[in-house]
């Protein structure tokens, strides 16, 4: 799991950070959900089996954020203190551990409208439109009749890491 945090409220670089994630997740060869966090920011999400151990997951996680950010670092973070970050995006990994918690997938956040985590296709970045607090209690129910569930294989798609891992040490 990939939490991006905005530095500022510019979603643009947060889209542009969910993208550089995409490809180095298609270059590994593993499944990749997006959603937004009914907040200020986007999860991405691989489905992995259960055989990892948390420590194994977040180190994987970690080595992935750290490439992207190298291709971008004056856009993108992995620096935990906010007052260092400045107006990059916080690419976190800390989620990845026992006991750490996400809004899940169409969880209405307490915030003013009550805005949801919603799973949204990877093409839905290339709208103008898209905002990570977008979807609400209030028009979930109409997307959903008119939208596919993008997310509907989600556990269809679970992953081992295990050739992700030789792949990415190589890069």
């Excluded at 947060?14 to 590994?28: E, F, G, N, P, V």
């Excluded at 009914?38 to 490439?67: D, N, Q, W, Y």
């Excluded at 839905?124 to 997307?143: M, Y």
């Amino acid at each position: 799991m990939f939490d991006l945090d905005p530095g500022t409220n510019n979603f643009e670089a947060i889209k542009a950070t969910a993208r550089s994630l995409k490809q180095l997740l298609d270059w590994l060869d593993l499944p990749a959900y997006l959603k937004t966090t009914g907040s200020r920011g986007l999860h991405v999400i691989v489905p992995l089996k259960p055989a990892e151990t948390f420590e194994s997951v977040r180190s994987f996680a970690r080595s992935c954020a750290r490439l992207v950010v190298s291709q971008a670092p004056a856009q993108s973070t992995m620096e935990q203190r906010i007052n260092a970050r400045g107006e990059r995006v916080f690419v976190d990994t800390n989620r990845n551990a026992y006991a750490q918690l996400i809004a899940p997938a169409y969880d209405a956040r307490a915030r003013r409208g009550a805005p949801g985590s919603t799973p949204i296709d990877w093409s839905a970045l290339a709208a103008n439109d898209l905002r990570p607090d977008g979807v609400t209690i209030q028009n979930i129910f109409s997307r959903l009749k008119r939208t596919e569930d993008p997310w509907k294989n989600f556990w269809l798609q679970v992953a081992s890491l295990d050739e992700a891992r030789r792949k990415l040490k190589s890069a």
